[in-house]
């Protein structure tokens, strides 16, 4: 028997992003789940937590910080690995990820 597929969860305000990185996770037999700001984003958690969550920093509205923070101090996110993606070559936005739980 084979293993259900690892759940990827994609946040990102950036289509294109988005859409890149469903279609190279899926051709490695990832299953994909994409939201396009952090408010879908919790609510896609709260409906179905993936394995993983690829979440970019800078978005409109409630930013990549802000959404690691919640999933973080949830009981039921709390340990779900969290990749954060950011254009930003800065040492103060790893800190600041790495802070926010990721």
């Known amino acids: 028997m084979t293993q259900p597929a690892a759940t990827i969860l994609i946040v990102d305000d950036d289509v ?4 890149l990185l469903e279609v190279l996770l899926q051709n490695q037999g990832y299953e994909t789940l ?6 879908q984003a919790l609510a896609m958690v709260d409906a ?7 979440l970019d920093i800078m978005m409109p509205g409630m930013d990549g910080y802000e959404v690691a923070s919640v999933l973080k101090a949830g009981k039921g996110t709390a340990n779900i690995p969290i990749i954060m993606l950011s254009a930003l070559d800065e040492q103060g936005a790893r800190l600041s990820g790495l802070e926010a739980g990721a």
């Open 16 to 19: 294109h992003v988005r859409d």
């Open 34 to 39: 994409t939201a396009e700001s952090g408010e």
């Open 48 to 54: 179905r937590a993936p394995d993983l969550i690829l």
